[in-house]
């Protein structure tokens, strides 16, 4: 089971470039220990950008393809237009909340998030984040988290209303929420911030890179009372992988086993949800229940 804790996670960018790297190595028929002694390198740092775990300079990536014989102009910009991205990308703008992100360890999930092109979360208690209102996200927050102060729940709402930037632009991410009928229920108390979100949702539904279901109560028991999670897919080539939400110790799993598992879960759940236009009349009824 391919299972990682408080990850250092790579970004997609760094992971193709990683594998372009190490097949155009091997063409040329070099070892690493050669390549390493010519362009005069640790080993062990050749190593760790072959698999992705170090980043790179336009530099050292310009004598790795000197050293390899690639002289096609085309495959070499194509290589550093990997490694500005990848750059690019390390410059996260969740780094001034990194205070905060660090004590909650979300970091590692929003590097994830970010590269993402599609999202399929399973939901038991809560509203998607990427669908929160800001007044549902502070009230989760403040609730779920007793040991921030004030302005920590502040800084965790700033970020969660940033992430929502991803639904948004030219290509946003495609999502498809699962969404249990619980995490309305939890509401009934505050019918002011649900009636907010409830109209928020019926709004987000209406595009067409957002799917939205409820699993109603009605279904009983089903194979995602284990809890919540994300399946996240990326540009080709790289895999899928799938974020578990389990407190302190969230993990997430990339190898093919688990993801098919996961991917699995979720279609069933989806296949026993409420379809798209049976799940926005549920909640137009809920909004009029109000």
Same mark, same amino acid.
């Not at 550093?80 to 992100?101: E, F, G, N, T």
């Given at each position: 089971?391919?299972?990682?804790?408080?990850?250092?996670?790579?970004?997609?960018?760094?992971?193709?470039?990683?594998?372009?790297?190490?097949?155009?190595?091997?063409?040329?028929?070099?070892?690493?220990?050669?390549?390493?002694?010519?362009?005069?390198?640790?080993?062990?740092?050749?190593?760790?950008?072959?698999?992705?775990?170090?980043?790179?300079?336009?530099?050292?990536?310009?004598?790795?393809?000197?050293?390899?014989?690639?002289?096609?102009?085309?495959?070499?910009?194509?290589?550093?237009?990997?490694?500005?991205?990848?750059?690019?990308?390390?410059?996260?703008?969740?780094?001034?909340?990194?205070?905060?992100?660090?004590?909650?360890?979300?970091?590692?999930?929003?590097?994830?998030?970010?590269?993402?092109?599609?999202?399929?979360?399973?939901?038991?208690?809560?509203?998607?984040?990427?669908?929160?209102?800001?007044?549902?996200?502070?009230?989760?927050?403040?609730?779920?988290?007793?040991?921030?102060?004030?302005?920590?729940?502040?800084?965790?709402?700033?970020?969660?209303?940033?992430?929502?930037?991803?639904?948004?632009?030219?290509?946003?991410?495609?999502?498809?929420?699962?969404?249990?009928?619980?995490?309305?229920?939890?509401? /009934?108390?505050?019918? %002011?911030?649900?009636? &907010?979100?409830? +109209? *928020? =949702?019926?709004?987000?539904?209406?595009?067409?890179?957002?799917?939205?279901?409820?699993?109603?109560?009605?279904?009983?028991?089903?194979?995602?009372?284990?809890?919540?999670?994300?399946?996240?897919?990326?540009?080709?080539?790289?895999?899928?992988?799938?974020?578990?939400?389990?407190?302190?110790?969230?993990?997430?799993?990339?190898? /093919?086993?688990?993801? %098919?598992?996961?991917? &699995?879960?979720? +279609? *069933? =759940?989806?296949?026993?949800?409420?379809?798209?236009?049976?799940?926005?009349?549920?909640?137009?009824?809920?909004?009029?229940?109000?």
């Amino acid at each position: 089971m391919a299972m990682k804790r408080n990850p250092a996670l790579k970004s997609v960018y760094r992971r193709q470039l990683a594998a372009r790297l190490r097949e155009l190595r091997e063409q040329a028929e070099l070892k690493m220990a050669e390549v390493a002694a010519r362009i005069e390198i640790n080993q062990g740092s050749l190593s760790r950008i072959e698999s992705g775990d170090r980043g790179t300079s336009p530099v050292l990536v310009k004598a790795m393809l000197d050293c390899y014989g690639v002289t096609d102009p085309a495959v070499r910009e194509d290589l550093l237009d990997l490694v500005r991205a990848d750059q690019a990308q390390r410059q996260q703008w969740w780094r001034k909340y990194s205070a905060v992100i660090n004590t909650t360890q979300y970091g590692g999930y929003l590097t994830l998030e970010s590269s993402a092109t599609t999202l399929r979360n399973y939901e038991t208690e809560l509203i998607p984040g990427l669908l929160q209102t800001e007044a549902y996200a502070r009230q989760v927050i403040t609730a779920m988290r007793v040991d921030l102060a004030p302005k920590q729940v502040d800084a965790l709402v700033k970020v969660r209303m940033n992430r929502k930037r991803l639904l948004e632009g030219a290509n946003p991410v495609k999502l498809w929420a699962v969404i249990d009928e619980a995490a309305f229920r939890r509401l /009934a108390e505050t019918p %002011e911030v649900l009636r &907010e979100q409830l +109209d *928020h =949702l019926l709004t987000m539904m209406e595009r067409t890179h957002i799917t939205v279901q409820i699993l109603p109560f009605s279904v009983g028991h089903h194979p995602g009372l284990d809890g919540s999670f994300v399946l996240m897919g990326f540009p080709e080539p790289n895999p899928e992988v799938v974020w578990v939400e389990n407190g302190p110790n969230s993990v997430y799993f990339e190898g /093919a086993v688990d993801v %098919e598992r996961y991917t &699995e879960i979720f +279609d *069933h =759940l989806r296949a026993r949800a409420l379809g798209p236009p049976e799940s926005r009349r549920r909640l137009n009824g809920m909004s009029k229940e109000l």
